[in-house]
């Protein structure tokens, strides 16, 4: 019977049930002969029955007490809900992965088995990627690793412009800044900021970009740095309707040391017609002073 995996299978659970002959299971010998199982059915591109056996070999190692063991087959059944395109099932075996990793004290492997989830569901469900994604991020960060995050918030970062959801991406680039100024990364902190603005331009929501930029320059490095010049250009070059001033800003090198994906939108700018907010500039400069506001 050897390497048959549908006999494999029986023979394994059988070992695990209790009977009036079999008092106690016997996981180890059983988890063996899942694993067995398990490689046999994916060989044989049986991914359903493949997924099924790690689940089990999974299972065993965890009675084993060896969380880490049972963390890597774990991460195989998730490869292989990929294979069936079962994307919810990615999911939950990515963070049951992330969990046991977790239990034996590592955060760094459940972070990436996160990261991996999120990058198998990017496609298929990328409102699950990006929910990973931010999940990683939260494992690193709990254990104080915020800068092995940088490259899973640029990743979420992606994802949300993928889905036109720029709030949400701004959003993540100022997490970003944040995580960078607890490791005193001071350049990724300011890169995060542009991107940020520039995430609110491409959106065509001057007003949030303005307001970005004002609560940014609280935070004296970027202030003085060459990214708060360049997003204090294009805000300028925005306010005086400047099309192709917006244009030579987004071609600077500031910008092209940004990442792709930002870099890619910078050059869009702008997205919408921007006569009109040299209107509303206008206007708010001609307000009629109050004598009794202060502020």
């Known amino acids: 019977m050897g390497s048959d995996p549908e006999k494999l299978m029986t023979k394994a659970d059988k070992l695990t049930k209790l009977s009036f002959t079999r008092w106690s299971s016997d996981w180890r010998s059983a988890t063996v002969l899942y694993e067995q199982a398990a490689n046999g059915f994916?060989?044989?591109?049986?991914?359903?029955?493949?997924?099924?056996?790690?689940?089990?070999?999974?299972?065993?190692q965890e009675m084993l007490s060896s969380p880490w063991d049972a963390a890597k087959h774990m991460?195989?059944?998730?490869?292989?809900?990929?294979?069936?395109?079962?994307?919810?099932e990615v999911a939950d075996f990515y963070r049951r992965a992330s969990e046991l990793y977790n239990e034996c004290g590592r955060a760094q492997p459940a972070s990436d088995a996160l990261g991996k989830g999120a990058r198998a569901l990017e496609d298929g469900a990328p409102d699950e990627a990006v929910q990973l994604y931010i999940e990683a991020c939260d494992t690193l960060e709990e254990d104080g690793k915020e800068q092995m995050a940088f490259d899973l918030y640029r990743d979420a970062t992606r994802v949300y412009l993928k889905l036109e959801k720029y709030e949400d991406a701004a959003g993540?680039?100022?997490?970003?800044?944040?995580?960078?100024?607890?490791?005193?990364?001071?350049?990724?902190?300011?890169?995060?900021y542009l991107s940020a603005i520039i995430v609110y331009l491409y959106a065509h929501d001057f007003r949030q970009a303005e307001k970005c930029?004002?609560?940014?320059?609280?935070?004296?490095?970027?202030?003085?740095?060459?990214?708060?010049?360049?997003?204090?250009?294009?805000?300028?070059?925005?306010?005086e309707g400047d099309v192709e001033d917006i244009k030579r800003v987004a071609q600077s090198s500031t910008v092209s040391n940004l990442d792709h994906t930002i870099i890619?939108?910078?050059?869009?700018?702008?997205?919408?017609?921007?006569?009109?907010?040299?209107?509303?500039?206008?206007?708010?400069?001609?307000?009629?002073?109050?004598?009794?506001d202060l502020t």
């Open 213 to 239: 930029y004002n609560d940014c320059c609280q935070v004296e490095v970027f202030l003085n740095s060459d990214q708060g010049r360049c997003a204090g250009k294009f805000l300028s070059a925005y306010a």
């Open 172 to 192: 993540i680039l100022l997490r970003l800044a944040l995580a960078a100024d607890k490791c005193n990364a001071t350049h990724s902190q300011c890169k995060a």
């Open 264 to 292: 890619k939108i910078a050059r869009k700018l702008p997205t919408g017609d921007v006569s009109a907010f040299k209107n509303e500039v206008t206007k708010d400069n001609e307000e009629p002073l109050d004598e009794d």
């Open 75 to 88: 991460e195989s059944a998730a490869t292989m809900a990929k294979e069936l395109g079962n994307w919810k």
């Open 42 to 60: 994916r060989v044989a591109k049986s991914y359903e029955k493949a997924k099924e056996a790690f689940e089990k070999a999974s299972k065993g």
